[in-house]
């Protein structure tokens, strides 16, 4: 019964190859967020995305690309991935914009 | 470059005491500003913003900010800071209110000092 669930847990890959993370969210919410976790361990967003906008932090390189099939997943594509994109990646969604939300338990993605 | 700059990664202030996020900004065109907060454990909430009018936009939880256009400036202010509003603080500019790209700044974590 998670409520939002990202998978998979752990990623390890080399540079150069293209992946994705998914995430899903069984609580019925409008937004979903992807961030990403600094070395300090500060939560820096990503893309907030609801049916009705993007909102994308243009500091995100453009591998990364936000997809969401339907309203209740967010999954992240990275492409030709780098060694400095190794990071925890966490989603999570809220009701609206705005409001407190529900973060998954993170993606552990290693490029070697 | 279009770019946000938070000069302050982190300040603590005493509970009760007066705040000032500096926020500075470069950018082509008019931007749009904001000014959002992430708390511990939450996503991100949008404390004020500004296109034109007054300078001085008033904001949400007693938040206010003032734009002065001579020196790209964005600074976010509160009078007397509650213990609630530790959290991370991000500048942003972009091209419209929303359904755009937005540019944050790299954040400002304050801490309250009871």
């Known amino acids: 019964d998670t409520a939002v669930s990202q998978t998979p847990k752990y990623l390890v890959t080399q540079m150069g190859n293209d992946k994705s993370i998914k995430c899903e969210q069984n609580?019925?919410?409008?937004?979903m967020y992807w961030y990403k976790q600094d070395s300090k361990k500060f939560l820096k967003i990503m893309f907030s995305?609801?049916?009705?906008?993007?909102?994308i932090n243009e500091t995100v390189p453009n591998r990364f690309s936000p997809k969401s099939p339907d309203k209740a997943h967010l999954n992240l594509h990275i492409n030709s991935l780098e060694l400095g994109d190794s990071a925890v990646y966490f989603c999570a969604s809220s009701p609206r914009q705005a409001v407190k939300a529900f973060f998954g338990q993170g993606t552990r993605l290693t490029v070697v | 470059a279009q770019s946000v700059t938070q000069p302050d990664i982190h300040i603590t202030v005493s509970e009760g005491a007066s705040l000032e996020l500096r926020c500075n900004y470069s950018?082509?065109?008019?931007?749009?500003l904001f000014w959002y907060v992430q708390s511990p454990g939450q996503g991100l909430q949008l404390l004020l913003k500004y296109f034109s009018g007054d300078t001085l936009v008033q904001g949400i939880k007693g938040f206010e900010a003032e734009f002065k256009r001579s020196q790209s400036s964005f600074n976010l202010r509160k009078p007397s800071v509650h213990w609630s509003d530790a959290a991370e603080y991000f500048c942003?500019?972009?091209?419209?209110?929303?359904?755009?790209?937005?540019?944050f700044g790299s954040g400002t974590r304050l801490s309250i000092r009871p």
């Open positions: 942003a500019v972009g091209r419209t209110f929303s359904a755009s790209k937005i540019i």
């Open positions: 995305y609801n049916n009705k906008e993007l909102i």
């Open positions: 950018y082509g065109a008019t931007p749009y």
């Open positions: 609580l019925g919410h409008d937004t």
